[in-house]
């Protein structure tokens, strides 16, 4: 077996290991809002959960030049964000938003994406997701890097409001197979749910 110091290997390098290695990722497809009101959006798959009492998500993104990203300054200015569940309906125009644009252009824009009103926080969500969660800040992180210039802002967000398909949710279920969820391998590959075993859990 290959042994590896992380230590020793260059940040690309490093990137490379994790996104082979942490497969496959969830996808979390956020919408955020400017000072100015210009709609953002992009997916990001350093994404899970983080606790449910109360509901709780995280979505780490990952900064350019030290400098946070159009999403995670959206989202500490605002305080508020939308959370959406990538599935296969709908992950190409997702791909489209991974575009660098300015932050006075909205991705949604570009991906031909149409904004809904939400119930709970100020941020529109989008109408071609079938789940959306719909989050207010708990905290924002900043980690790696150096104190003086942190890699990524970890933002934890507290859900306030679900949206689902009506039929992908039945007695407090959510069906799987008809969600259809992508999630993220490396490079420019994703995969869809396959085949599903179950496990008893020891007692």
Not at 133 to 153: F, K, R, Y
């Amino acid at each position: 077996m290959k042994s590896i110091d992380p230590s020793q290997l260059s940040d690309r390098e490093n990137y490379k290991f994790l996104t082979g290695s942490v497969i496959p990722r969830p996808v979390a497809f956020v919408t955020s809002l400017t000072k100015e009101g210009i709609l953002n959006a992009a997916p990001f798959s350093y994404f899970n959960v983080v606790c449910s009492s109360p509901p709780l998500i995280s979505v780490s993104v990952q900064r350019s030049n030290g400098n946070p990203k159009d999403t995670a300054r959206n989202a500490m200015e605002a305080g508020e964000f939308v959370v959406h569940i990538s599935d296969e309906s709908y992950v190409e125009a997702i791909n489209k938003t991974a575009a660098s644009l300015p932050p006075d252009e909205s991705e949604v824009e570009l991906a031909s994406l149409t904004p809904v009103d939400s119930t709970a926080v100020g941020v529109p969500g989008l109408r071609e997701a079938n789940i959306r969660l719909e989050c207010v800040l708990d905290q924002s992180i900043p980690l790696g890097g150096t104190s003086e210039n942190p890699a990524c802002d970890l933002l934890i967000g507290r859900i306030v409001h679900y949206h689902i398909k009506d039929e992908l949710y039945e007695e407090g279920r959510i069906d799987a197979a008809g969600l259809k969820p992508v999630s993220r391998l490396a490079g420019n590959n994703y995969s869809r749910l396959g085949d599903v075993f179950t496990l008893e859990r020891p007692k």
